[in-house]
């Protein structure tokens, strides 16, 4: 089917208290790993990339080999953009055929944010694309960002409501509540609290970030309190890179490529239908609404 909209599917999602997982893809093979395993769970399905792996790559190879996945796949696929905060990256993903983007004012100061944020609301408005926004610092290592722990700030509630109300039509809201990207040292503290007070008062499917590493029992609380899209990167990458080391190790005589290949496209796959299994969205593709 043609790609689908992050709008219409995260909608779905959280009325059906699921979650979509959105998996920041690294290659060819990583994509077609992602979307194979939405396809044998009947999943619905994101593929975000990071700006770093955009410069790698270029728009249009990227727009190309997920739109041809997309197209031969019976789930909705969305195409999306993960953490920018360049307006010409953005408008380059949507002239490549992007279905959505993601501005990140994070680090601005409040009204700032707001004030960047409402540009590429207005960009992806007038393109018929979807945008996800950030408010509060998001913990960890993402692409070029790093944000210490001690530097993590909550998103605060009333300034929540007033972000979502000059952007009622974002596609989705990402708060910062206590996850945070990379692996996590220690116990995370998720601030359930904060989510269920922002979740009461702002009608939007919240991206939970910093999917990597939490449980079942962590994913079920978030899902069941609002959160409609869950990121995951830190995995995807570790499984990318192990299946290429762990096949090395076990026959390093093998110079054959394509037993590599299919080795990390194994590991990868496995780690996505392991995620959606614990999102609930399994058997969730002809309930989502894909636009
Ligand atoms: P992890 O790297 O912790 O999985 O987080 C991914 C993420 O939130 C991407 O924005």
Partial sequence: MALGYLSAMLKSAQAGKYAIAAFNIIDYNSARAVIDGAQEMNAPIIIQLSVKTIRLWGFKPIASWVHAFAADADVP??????????????RGCIDAGWTSVMF????????????????????????????????????????DK???????????VDECIAFCAAM???????????????????????????????????????ALHGGTGLTE??????IQSGCAKVNISTMHKQQFIDGFADLRRKEPTNNEPIPY???????????????????GSDGKASVTAAR
Avoid: W
């Fill in 77 to 90: 696929v969305a195409l999306h953009l993960d953490h920018c905060k360049d307006l010409d990256v953005i």
């Fill in 104 to 143: 990140d004012g994070s680090a601005l100061p409040f009204d700032e944010n707001v004030a960047r944020s409402l540009e590429a609301y207005e960009i992806a408005q007038a393109a018929g694309v979807g945008l996800e926004a950030e408010l509060g610092a998001i913990g960890g290592t993402e692409d």
């Fill in 146 to 156: 790093f944000v210490a722990e001690d530097e993590a700030i909550l998103a605060d």
């Fill in 168 to 206: 009622p039509k974002l596609a989705t809201f990402a708060p910062a509540f206590g996850t945070a990207h990379g692996f996590y040292k220690g116990e995370p503290k998720i601030a359930y609290d904060r989510l269920e007070r922002i979740t009461a008062k702002v009608d939007i499917p919240i």
């Fill in 217 to 222: 029992q962590q994913f079920e609380r978030c």
């Fill in 261 to 279: 290949i299919a080795a990390q496209y194994d590991a990868m796959k496995s780690g996505v239908k392991q995620m959606i299994g614990l999102f």
